[in-house]
Every structure is written in structure tokens, then in C-alpha cells.
């Protein structure tokens, strides 16, 4: 049994590995992808400009002018470009696509890793890198779809933008997204992007659930909590205690439950899911869709803790720092609080919030940078129906749900300016597996392909 066991596990891998080697554009692929995870682009470490300028020597080999690339980036961070590519349409009248992929990937301790974290590794059906999933598969599709379009002559209708830029992992370091969109917006004008977010959900056995569409996300804000107190020794302690007076303001963000909402891509996703789950948990569903405000609904809902986030804003504390001394009272204590701020809502409202919370002994204040207000996208039939279309052809059977990020992407940025962007489905991944921002990350060799074949023929069919 357990060489035919064995065998059964070799063929699997043989299979995986054939897989990736069945056809010659599939060969084009995985060398453009192997290249750019293994250059590594995390900030202040790796280049991203180094990525950027690989992929556009691809796209000059591929055909494309100096006058279709541009390469960006500002003097004092060189190492954090980007690029945009653009194929022209044959309608000027007809408004262009954006394909949108960031290049930096999370940093990855090589002593923690199984395997080099910036060395595509194969083993087991799996490609394994820091970057496989986020965002280098998606960037490596749209930068290989733009390559083939060109040396297929391929002429759409609709002009086709390609941006990939830096800084999306990182709160502080230079962002190329926002950069664009605040200096040179015309570079990538365009009717809608297709952006990291979407994807495809696998059950533990492997098995494929469902495909969903990001229609929106949540921005991301983080905020200072302060306390100051004169101090003074240990041996004669006072009420007034900074640790103390910061520690009652964090045990009330604690305990404070913002409000539950619903955009229309929630209340589509919570009334697609209602229909799907049985028991109390659909019944609280559907309470809580007729009435937001019923708490023991909630209650019963936000048990899950992705659930309770996609209902509203959330915020917690991550990060402390208090004291200068063991034998001396505290001068000063500070926090940072990480906010989630649902669609429609401010920052600055939140901050308010957060004020009262910590009453008046807590100074409490926004970080630097601010993030725009996160604006939904609609559920545009004119770009939700072909993703459902082609969705059938490669993925039958598969439901396709809306679901708005409880995290967040550089779409905010685009969508400040105007530009709807949304996640595309199609990349199937385990959430608890395939270690994005963590350890070992990894996709599967099949996975990777057939989004590949789903994404191309997606934009295709926008393109005309």
C-alpha cells in the first residue's frame, strides 16, 4: 500500500509539473514569473525599478515603443519605481482598461523559511516564493498577456493600460499608485482597473468553492494614543498614571462596536451567503439584512471574525510603548491604533470617535499618511457580467460572489481620482495555506495556469 501510495503522489507531482509545460506560452510565462519573484523588491532592501526595468525590456523585445513605456520614480526613493505599458485601441472613442499589479512583496526571513524565500521552488504541485501569490502572480499575468498581445498583433478596441508599481506592502515607504494618481493621472485615465483582491476560495481537501469579485475595500488608518503624566519615583505612586490612563483608553476601543452597514456589494455578498448557510447562523444573516440594528443578529453573525469585519469599521490596538525606567512612574505611554474604516466613512470621523473613547486624558491623533475615503465601486453589469461569462467557460458550475476586502489595496488611491477598480476573480487559493504575508508562501502549479487562461480571456473580453 504505501508504495502505491508513493507512486499515486509522484504521478501527481509529474502531472502538476507537465502541467506548466503543455504549451510554449505557458514556457514564456513561467520564465517572466520565475524572473520576477525572484528579484526581490522588498522596501529599502530589493528593487522594484530592477523589476520594473525587466518587465519593459520584455515589452520592447515584445515590440512595443519607447513612446507605449514609461518608467517612473522620484529621487529620493530610486529603488521604489514602477512602469506603465500601454497598447493602443483602434476606437479613440472608446474608453480604456487598466491592469493593475504592485511589485513589492512583504519581507522574508530566510531562517524562518523552509525554502529560499526568493528561489521559485516546485515540489508537490506547488510553487513556493515570497511573492507566488501577492501580487507577483497577478503582475506576471498582466505584464506575459500584454507581451503576447503584442507579438499575436492583437488589436483591441479599447486601448489597454498596464501599471505595476511599488509600495503597496509598506505604510510609509513611496507609493507608486498613489504617485500616479496624484501627478500623473492621464498616464493611466480609464473607465475601470482590474486590480489584486478577487480570486477563488479552495475547501482544506483542495476542492474549488467559489470565485469572488472585490467590489470594494476598506481604508486603512492608523492612529496615536498618548498619555503624558510629570512621573516621579516608584516608591510614592500617584492615581495619575500615564500607563494606567492609556490602558483604560485602549480597554474602551476595546470594547467599542462600531456600527453594523451594508454597500450594496455587502448586503449582495451577506444575501448570497444566507442562501448557502442553513441553521442559526443564515437566519441571523437575513435579521440582520432587514434590520442592521439588531444587535442580537450582530451578535450571532460577527461569531466569524471576517463576517463581524466586512459589517463595519473595525479598530485595534497593535502596537505599545510606555515608560523610560523600572523604578520611576510612567512620563509618558503611546499606542498605535489600526483602523479599518468601512466604506463611505472618514477618517477624521473616526478620529472623533476614538477621542470620546479615550476621554480626556488621552491625546489621540491621526498618522501621517492619510488615506483616501474609501469609495465602492458599483456592481457594474458592464464589468461584473463578463467576469461571470467567462467565469462559466473555465471555472463551470462555480458561483460568483461580490465581497468587499476587509484589508486594503492601492485601489483606494485610483478610486479617489475617479477610476472604479475591482479584484479580479479566477487565482484559487487556500486562505489558511498559502502563506501570504507569512511563512512559505505558495500557489498551485494548476491554479496558477488556469488563472493565467481565465485573466487573459477576461480582458479580451472587455477589450473587444
Same mark, same amino acid.
Given at each position: 500500500?504505501?508504495?502505491?501510495?508513493?507512486?499515486?503522489?509522484?504521478?501527481?507531482?509529474?502531472?502538476? +509539473?507537465?502541467?506548466?509545460?503543455?504549451?510554449?506560452?505557458?514556457?514564456?510565462?513561467?520564465?517572466?514569473?520565475?524572473?520576477?519573484?525572484?528579484?526581490?523588491?522588498?522596501?529599502?532592501?530589493?528593487?522594484? /525599478?530592477?523589476?520594473?526595468?525587466?518587465?519593459?525590456?520584455?515589452?520592447?523585445?515584445?515590440?512595443?515603443?519607447?513612446?507605449?513605456?514609461?518608467?517612473?520614480?522620484?529621487?529620493?526613493?530610486?529603488?521604489?519605481?514602477?512602469?506603465?505599458?500601454?497598447?493602443?485601441?483602434? %476606437?479613440?472613442?472608446?474608453?480604456?482598461?487598466?491592469?493593475?499589479?504592485?511589485?513589492?512583496?512583504?519581507?522574508?526571513? !530566510?531562517?524562518?523559511?523552509?525554502?529560499?524565500?526568493?528561489?521559485?521552488?516546485?515540489?508537490?504541485?506547488?510553487?513556493?516564493? !515570497?511573492?507566488?501569490?501577492?501580487?507577483?502572480?497577478?503582475?506576471?499575468?498582466?505584464?506575459?498577456?500584454?507581451?503576447?498581445?503584442?507579438?499575436?498583433?492583437?488589436?483591441?478596441? !479599447?486601448?489597454?493600460?498596464?501599471?505595476?508599481?511599488?509600495?503597496?506592502?509598506?505604510?510609509?515607504?513611496?507609493? *507608486?499608485?498613489?504617485?500616479?494618481?496624484?501627478?500623473?493621472?492621464?498616464?493611466?485615465?480609464?473607465?475601470?482597473?482590474?486590480?489584486?483582491?478577487?480570486?477563488?476560495?479552495?475547501?482544506?481537501?483542495?476542492?474549488?468553492?467559489?470565485?469572488?469579485?472585490?467590489? *470594494?475595500?476598506?481604508?486603512?488608518?492608523?492612529?496615536?494614543?498618548?498619555?503624558?503624566?510629570?512621573?516621579?519615583?516608584?516608591?510614592?505612586?500617584?492615581?495619575?498614571?500615564?500607563?494606567?490612563?492609556?490602558?483604560?483608553?485602549?480597554?474602551?476601543?476595546?470594547?467599542?462596536?462600531?456600527?453594523?452597514?451594508?454597500?450594496?456589494?455587502?448586503?449582495?455578498?451577506?444575501?448570497?451567503? $444566507? &442562501?448557502?448557510? *442553513?441553521?442559526?447562523?443564515?437566519?441571523?444573516?437575513?435579521? @440582520? @439584512?432587514?434590520?442592521?440594528? %439588531?444587535?442580537?443578529?450582530?451578535?450571532?453573525?460577527?461569531?466569524?471574525?471576517?463576517?463581524?469585519?466586512?459589517?463595519?469599521? /473595525?479598530?485595534? $490596538?497593535? @502596537?505599545?510603548?510606555?515608560?523610560?525606567?523600572?523604578? $520611576? @512612574?510612567? &512620563? !509618558?505611554?503611546?499606542?498605535?491604533?489600526?483602523?479599518?474604516?468601512?466604506?463611505?466613512?472618514?477618517?477624521?470621523?473616526?478620529?472623533?470617535?476614538?477621542?470620546?473613547?479615550?476621554?480626556?486624558?488621552?491625546?489621540?491623533?491621526?498618522?501621517?499618511?492619510?488615506?483616501?475615503?474609501?469609495?465602492?465601486?458599483?456592481?457594474?453589469?458592464?464589468?461584473?457580467?463578463?467576469?461571470?461569462?467567462?467565469?462559466?467557460?473555465?471555472?463551470?458550475?462555480?458561483?460568483?460572489?461580490?465581497?468587499?476586502? +476587509?484589508?486594503?489595496?492601492?485601489?483606494?488611491?485610483?478610486?479617489?481620482?475617479?477610476?472604479?477598480?475591482?479584484?479580479?476573480?479566477?487565482?484559487?487559493?487556500?486562505?489558511? /495555506?498559502?502563506?501570504?504575508?507569512?511563512?512559505?508562501?505558495?500557489?498551485?502549479?494548476?491554479?496558477?495556469?488556469?488563472?493565467?487562461?481565465?485573466?487573459? %480571456?477576461?480582458?479580451?473580453?472587455?477589450?473587444?
Amino acid at each position: 500500500m504505501r508504495n502505491v501510495a508513493i507512486a499515486a503522489g509522484v504521478a501527481a507531482l509529474l502531472a502538476a +509539473t507537465a502541467h506548466a509545460q503543455t504549451r510554449p506560452d505557458q514556457k514564456a510565462f513561467f520564465d517572466l514569473y520565475r524572473e520576477m519573484v525572484e528579484t526581490n523588491t522588498v522596501v529599502n532592501v530589493g528593487s522594484c /525599478t530592477q523589476a520594473a526595468a525587466q518587465v519593459g525590456a520584455r515589452l520592447k523585445a515584445a515590440g512595443y515603443s519607447d513612446a507605449d513605456i514609461t518608467y517612473f520614480a522620484v529621487p529620493d526613493h530610486p529603488k521604489d519605481g514602477g512602469i506603465v505599458a500601454v497598447l493602443k485601441g483602434s %476606437d479613440p472613442a472608446a474608453k480604456p482598461i487598466l491592469l493593475l499589479g504592485h511589485l513589492d512583496v512583504v519581507a522574508a526571513k !530566510r531562517e524562518d523559511w523552509q525554502r529560499d524565500p526568493f528561489k521559485l521552488v516546485e515540489e508537490g504541485g506547488y510553487y513556493y516564493a !515570497r511573492g507566488a501569490v501577492d501580487d507577483k502572480a497577478m503582475a506576471a499575468i498582466w505584464a506575459d498577456a500584454m507581451v503576447r498581445f503584442r507579438q499575436q498583433n492583437y488589436r483591441p478596441k !479599447r486601448t489597454i493600460k498596464l501599471a505595476l508599481t511599488c509600495g503597496e506592502e509598506t505604510t510609509f515607504a513611496f507609493n *507608486g499608485a498613489q504617485w500616479l494618481a496624484q501627478n500623473r493621472p492621464e498616464l493611466i485615465a480609464a473607465e475601470f482597473a482590474l486590480n489584486e483582491g478577487g480570486g477563488g476560495r479552495l475547501d482544506p481537501a483542495g476542492k474549488r468553492q467559489l470565485l469572488a469579485v472585490q467590489v *470594494g475595500e476598506k481604508a486603512a488608518q492608523n492612529y496615536t494614543f498618548v498619555a503624558t503624566n510629570p512621573g516621579g519615583h516608584s516608591s510614592a505612586p500617584t492615581p495619575d498614571n500615564a500607563i494606567y490612563e492609556l490602558a483604560d483608553a485602549i480597554k474602551a476601543v476595546q470594547a467599542h462596536e462600531f456600527p453594523a452597514r451594508f454597500t450594496d456589494t455587502t448586503r449582495a455578498y451577506f444575501t448570497a451567503t $444566507a &442562501q448557502r448557510m *442553513g441553521g442559526e447562523q443564515g437566519d441571523a444573516i437575513r435579521r @440582520l @439584512l432587514a434590520d442592521p440594528a %439588531d444587535k442580537r443578529a450582530d451578535a450571532i453573525v460577527s461569531r466569524d471574525k471576517v463576517m463581524h469585519s466586512t459589517l463595519r469599521t /473595525t479598530c485595534v $490596538a497593535t @502596537l505599545l510603548n510606555a515608560g523610560h525606567a523600572e523604578n $520611576a @512612574l510612567p &512620563q !509618558r505611554a503611546t499606542a498605535n491604533v489600526n483602523c479599518r474604516i468601512f466604506p463611505g466613512e472618514t477618517v477624521d470621523a473616526t478620529l472623533a470617535t476614538l477621542k470620546a473613547l479615550a476621554g480626556p486624558k488621552v491625546t489621540v491623533t491621526a498618522n501621517q499618511p492619510v488615506r483616501p475615503t474609501a469609495v465602492p465601486p458599483t456592481l457594474d453589469p458592464k464589468v461584473i457580467e463578463p467576469m461571470r461569462q467567462v467565469a462559466a467557460k473555465h471555472f463551470p458550475g462555480l458561483p460568483l460572489l461580490p465581497m468587499m476586502s +476587509t484589508g486594503a489595496t492601492d485601489g483606494v488611491f485610483l478610486e479617489a481620482i475617479g477610476i472604479p477598480v475591482y479584484g479580479v476573480p479566477g487565482t484559487f487559493i487556500d486562505p489558511a /495555506t498559502s502563506g501570504v504575508h507569512g511563512l512559505n508562501e505558495r500557489i498551485g502549479v494548476k491554479d496558477l495556469y488556469d488563472a493565467r487562461d481565465y485573466m487573459v %480571456d477576461l480582458v479580451k473580453a472587455y477589450a473587444g
